[in-house]
């Protein structure tokens, strides 16, 4: 497989690549199937349809690897959360995180069970992808689920979960243990059903100062992929800290690709970590409306990785409303343009 040779450092014939949210809104196919599923949480729990919309990218797109259909909030769902999205508001928790007795109620054996559709997704994805095409499972970070576990729904200043981080720093601890506990199941069973490689997703990486960052989210995101790589050595594993490139001469840990956001510059990425890690991205996802400025933005990154350690992806997921045939060329402007 293209990708995983080139997650573990491998040359390749080419740059493989693949876009966050690649199964999204863009894409009318995912509309329809969305429809008949009625709704996007209905979808996640539906395997044949998740199975569906993954692999559509796959035909229309032509890109290297498919990523499971899901979303990273399934995880607090099943440990006992309720879970909404509402439209135009994003995942609304109902019942965040307030104290010691509501974290003794979330299950964590039990919530790696329940994650079965998930799972069975997988299988599914696996027997109807292409043999040389790697399937790519996820989870989100301990740091970044929390902070929707605590505050109840997205947030510009995280002031309730950064509270309680600084006035009670031993129960965020607490949280985050139980997270990392439910993950190190969820992503051994994703592992298990046959995914190729796994990305650790740290969207809010950025509200936290550098030692918090340390402490309260890289910590626990090592954690989770060295455990994974004791037991599955031949998995590589991604990680995603999003818009921490202050903190670059600090990430260290045992995992094979950094995912590069489009707000660090690539140079300073390669230059701080290309030696001890694959780097993945970095492309500013709004370049896609244009598709000069794609291949401006596309041009500019094989020029400073030249096909060497490097998986092409946006910089953060795709927009719902980018042209089909802009992301279309964005893949094969990129393929062609690395190919040895
Ligand atoms: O990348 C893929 O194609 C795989 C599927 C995937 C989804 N969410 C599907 C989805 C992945 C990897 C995610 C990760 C995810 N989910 C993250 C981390 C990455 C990031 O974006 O920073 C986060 C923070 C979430 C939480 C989440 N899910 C939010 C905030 C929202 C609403 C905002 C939005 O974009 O609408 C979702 C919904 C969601 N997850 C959609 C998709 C395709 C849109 C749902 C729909 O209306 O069809």
């Not at 993954?54 to 259909?69: H, K, R, S, Y």
């Not at 109620?105 to 919530?111: D, F, N, P, R, S």
């Not at 910590?219 to 800290?241: A, D, T, V, W």
């Not at 401006?296 to 992806?313: A, C, L, S, T």
Request: proline share 5%; aromatic share 12%.
């Amino acid at each position: 497989m293209i990708f995983v040779d080139a997650c573990f450092g491998k040359k390749t014939p080419y740059t493989p690549i693949w876009m966050m949210r690649q199964a999204g809104r863009y894409l009318p196919e995912y509309m329809k199937v969305r429809g008949e599923a009625g709704d996007f949480l209905s979808l996640c729990k539906d395997p044949q349809k998740a199975c569906e919309v993954t692999l559509q990218p796959m035909d229309i797109l032509g890109v290297d690897a498919a990523i499971l259909f899901s979303d990273i909030l399934v995880v607090p769902l099943e440990m006992g959360m309720d879970l909404r999205f509402v439209k135009g508001e994003g995942p609304i928790f109902d019942n965040p995180i307030k104290n010691e007795a509501d974290l003794d109620k979330l299950v964590v054996e039990e919530a790696a069970q329940k994650l079965v559709y998930v799972y069975d997704t997988i299988k599914l994805i696996r027997e109807k992808l292409a043999d040389d095409k790697a399937l790519i499972g996820f989870c989100g970070s301990p740091w970044t689920l929390a902070t929707y576990m605590i505050e109840g729904s997205g947030t510009k200043t995280y002031a309730v979960v950064k509270k309680l981080l600084y006035s009670n720093p031993e129960f965020m601890h607490k949280i985050l243990k139980k997270v990392t506990e439910v993950l190190k199941l969820y992503m051994s069973k994703q592992i298990e059903s046959g995914v190729n490689a796994v990305m650790i997703f740290d969207s809010w990486a950025a509200a936290l100062e550098e030692s918090a960052f340390f402490e309260f989210s890289w910590e626990y995101m090592k954690e989770l992929s060295s455990h994974l790589k004791s037991k599955y050595p031949n998995i590589p594993i991604i990680m995603f800290p999003k818009g921490i490139s202050g903190y670059l001469d600090k990430i260290d840990g045992d995992f094979d690709v950094f995912g590069v956001d489009w707000s660090t510059p690539i140079e300073l990425a390669k230059e701080k970590l290309g030696d001890k890690y694959v780097l993945q991205g970095n492309m500013e996802p709004t370049r896609l409306y244009n598709q000069s400025a794609i291949k401006e933005g596309v041009d500019k990154i094989v020029n400073v990785m030249q096909n060497n350690r490097h998986i092409f992806n946006l910089g953060h997921g795709i927009l719902p409303d980018i042209p089909v045939e802009n992301a279309k060329y964005f893949i094969k402007y990129a393929q062609e343009s690395t190919k040895i």
